[in-house]
């Protein structure tokens, strides 16, 4: 593989990194938020916790998290650091939009100016 394939491989593994993430707390919102609110008494929260560690959705979200982690290893050993993280708000980005349309969660004007300053903030540092 040539450099510009190995480094397009290590871009792959951050969005994937990425991807995952997203999924990871989608779902996990998705799921908490099906479930209820936390209880007062610690008898229920634990209960409470221990049902939401069994749910099949909450074991897929932290299931991407772990995967997206992995791929993270991997691609910390293609990149530098300091040029892979600011991609990853990207995530922020997407959670923005899919909890809009997913939980129809506001989306304000400050939040809009804030991802568009990720952005651009996203495309200086890539080309750094």
Avoid: C
């Avoid at 190995?6 to 990871?24: D, H, P, R, W």
């Avoid at 691609?75 to 980005?93: C, E, I, Q």
């Amino acid at each position: 593989m040539n450099e510009r394939g190995k480094t397009n491989f290590s871009i792959g593994l951050v969005i994937l990194t990425v991807l995952l993430t997203v999924y990871a707390q989608v779902i996990l919102k998705w799921r908490i938020r099906e479930s209820g609110p936390l209880p007062i008494s610690l008898a229920d929260k634990v209960a409470f916790l221990a049902k939401l560690l069994l749910d099949p959705g909450i074991i897929s979200g932290m299931f991407a998290a772990f995967v997206g982690g992995l791929f993270w290893m991997a691609a910390m050993t293609r990149v530098d650091l300091s040029y892979a993280y600011p991609f990853m708000s990207l995530a922020f980005v997407l959670v923005l939009f899919f909890s809009a349309i997913l939980f129809h969660e506001a989306v304000t004007v400050p939040k809009v100016l804030g991802l568009l300053l990720i952005i651009a903030g996203l495309i200086v540092a890539s080309r750094g």
